[in-house]
């Protein structure tokens, strides 16, 4: 749940997301207060980019509420007598990556023993109480924009079984590492009121939840959906996460799918690993937040539009 606390201590506003955890405290007119926290597995053998992958999943929340990271702890899960301690300084030498391009610090953190290694961060951050981007508040009429190309849960499959090339792996690292700061910007410059990050409930859960949380109809135009290379022969294939097949099973009482067959709809709803950001904006901002998008080495793509209706996805 995203919690939106505001001077009355007894007062909560709360907008759901679906799979994350966030807070925002209201300090006065200009200020707020946000606060996340989350963690992951490995999706990646090296250990510095893993720490990175995790270290932008983990602040990506507060790029999709519009705000500015202020500072972080780190969350460690690590076997001890099964990883060297060399590895669990490479992750973290990973994450300090991540905090360093996104002008935070990282202030501490709490490591576990832990048969299954984990890392993440809880991370503070800013944002103008009248700038808060909720997952509640798209508009009818307005334009969808995805500010990076789906296909992580894809590859990162393929990847673990060994069916990914090179050039395949790299496309995927590199849209996980890259930070949502930049999208986030464009978003609050533009407008935009709803927005969310794409994470494990892939595009079908998170706009599908945002549709349904702002009340409109929200069509998905597939073939304006942008895919990293590669993604779309491995699902055509059978590599396919366990987690976007639940994505489907949860979402297809809000999807009309149309005409579109079942790989179509696995890939709308491939569970994501730090993806990009999904807001609206009114139809006049759409071609200069993707020409800005593009100019910063996004793949980006305006994926479909709002309208009053039914609330729940409509694919096309």
Not at 158 to 185: F, Q, W, Y
Request: net charge negative.
């Amino acid at each position: 749940m995203r919690h939106l606390k505001t001077d009355h201590p007894d007062e909560l506003l709360v907008g759901t997301d679906t799979g994350d955890d966030a807070a925002v405290w209201k300090l006065d007119d200009d200020r707020a207060i946000v606060s996340t926290a989350d963690f992951i597995t490995p999706v990646v053998d090296d250990a510095r980019t893993w720490g990175q992958v995790a270290a932008a999943n983990s602040v990506s929340d507060i790029y999709a509420m519009g705000g500015r990271p202020l500072f972080a702890l780190n969350l460690v899960g690590w076997p001890k007598d099964a990883l060297p301690i060399e590895l669990l300084s490479e992750l973290l030498a990973g994450g300090q990556d991540i905090a360093t391009a996104g002008g935070f610090v990282i202030v501490g953190g709490h490591t576990i023993d832990d048969p299954e290694p984990k890392y993440g961060m809880s991370v503070t951050g800013e944002v103008h109480p009248d700038r808060i981007l909720t997952n509640a508040g798209l508009r009818p009429g307005q334009d969808i924009i995805l500010t990076k190309a789906l296909g992580v849960g894809v590859l990162t499959t393929a990847i673990k079984s060994g069916a990914a090339t090179e050039a395949e792996a790299a496309g995927a690292v590199a849209s996980m590492i890259r930070l949502n700061d930049v999208a986030c910007r464009l978003a609050v410059g533009a407008g935009a009121t709803g927005c969310t990050d794409v994470t494990g409930f892939g595009l079908l859960g998170h706009l599908g939840r945002m549709s349904l949380e702002s009340h409109v109809s929200t069509t998905i135009e597939f073939d304006a959906v942008p895919f990293l290379s590669g993604s779309v022969d491995h699902a055509e294939a059978g590599v396919m996460p366990g987690g976007s097949r639940r994505n489907l099973e949860w979402g297809v009482e809000f999807l009309d799918a149309g005409s579109h067959g079942e790989i179509h709809q696995l890939l709308i709803a491939d569970a994501q690993t730090s993806g990009g950001l999904v807001f609206g904006v009114d139809p006049g901002e759409t071609a200069a937040v993707l020409a800005e998008l593009a100019a910063t080495g996004h793949q980006a793509a305006h994926i479909g539009s709002t309208a009053a209706g039914t609330p729940g996805l409509i694919l096309r």
